[in-house]
């Protein structure tokens, strides 16, 4: 009797070992997940119990707005002007967004290279640079509609102006940090002049660059209801200004919520773009 306990002991934990590595591996999958639900689910549950108690008015139920979210996506249950409507507002921003980033990343990145790199070009354009860069893009509303009129193209320069800097100063950041003594070991290996810059200057810099990369894009998002507030007709910010016209807070709120998920995806595919591009240093992870 004692033998086949003794034998069947082990078996026994030979048995459990598989099972918790199988549970420790699927909580380390979903882990993430889970804890980044967390912070929304708690005010998911604060706004439920706010509107239900009516501690504001103002403000409709978590119900009410998941429900016009999918009129406004499918339509069927309103039928309003804003139904079934989402694909096409969404478009709209998005080539307003991408666009934008796009030209504003055309301009900063040589640039940031160009005053990280050469003294006198930082003289020269560094200290108008960094009296423009305070002017909060909210102050060139007025002007960009004088300029380039009521609609699209000045909803586009406004979101070129808000991406530019962040991308123009972590450029510099970048190309200024380069270690010295990576020059000096490239000499040394027989890479000397212009080889430089693509064999040392951008591989180091390209970390920082990726990062105002981030920022740039999602200050594109941010900015994207001040510039559609010059007029045109389709978009998430002019939904937004829509909604607060006449005082449709659901409507207010469908459209935050779909840019901060556009935003949120957005910044998730310049984060893989960059961890596959640096897929090289041990460093980065984004």
């Known amino acids: ?64 707005v998941g429900e016009y979210m999918i009129d406004f996506a499918v339509g069927g249950i309103y039928d309003d002007a804003y139904s079934a409507t989402l694909t096409t507002h969404l478009l709209a921003s998005m080539s307003r967004v991408y666009g934008g980033f796009a030209l504003a990343a055309l301009f900063a990145l040589p640039i940031g290279i160009l005053i990280g790199r050469v003294p006198t070009a930082r003289m020269v354009l560094d200290p108008f640079l960094q009296v423009m860069r305070p002017i909060p893009v909210t102050a060139w509303l007025p002007l960009s509609m004088i300029l380039f009129g009521l609609g699209a193209k000045s909803a586009f320069a406004l ?70 507030m010059t007029g045109v007709p389709q978009g998430l910010g002019a939904v937004i200004m829509d909604g607060r016209t006449l005082s449709r807070t659901e409507l207010v709120i469908c459209g935050m919520i779909v840019i901060g998920l556009a935003g949120y995806i957005s910044d998730r595919v310049v984060v893989a773009l960059g961890n596959y591009l640096l897929r090289w240093s041990p460093n980065h992870h984004g």
């Open 1 to 64: 009797m004692a033998i086949v306990e003794t034998v069947s002991a082990p078996a026994a934990a030979g048995a459990a070992g598989p099972t918790r590595a199988a549970t420790r591996s699927t909580w380390s999958r979903f882990k993430p997940i889970v804890l980044a639900l967390i912070v929304p689910l708690i005010l998911l549950v604060f706004w439920q119990v706010a509107t239900t108690q009516q501690w504001t008015r103002l403000i409709p139920t978590p119900y009410a």
């Open 159 to 228: 979101v070129c102006l808000g991406a530019f800097y962040p991308i123009l100063l972590n450029t510099i950041f970048g190309v200024r940090s380069v270690d010295p003594k990576l020059f000096e070991a490239a000499s040394m290996l027989g890479c000397r002049g212009n080889a430089q810059f693509y064999k040392v200057v951008l591989p180091a810099a390209t970390p920082s660059i990726f990062t105002g990369l981030r920022l740039g894009l999602g200050l594109a998002w941010f900015v994207i209801v001040v510039g559609e």
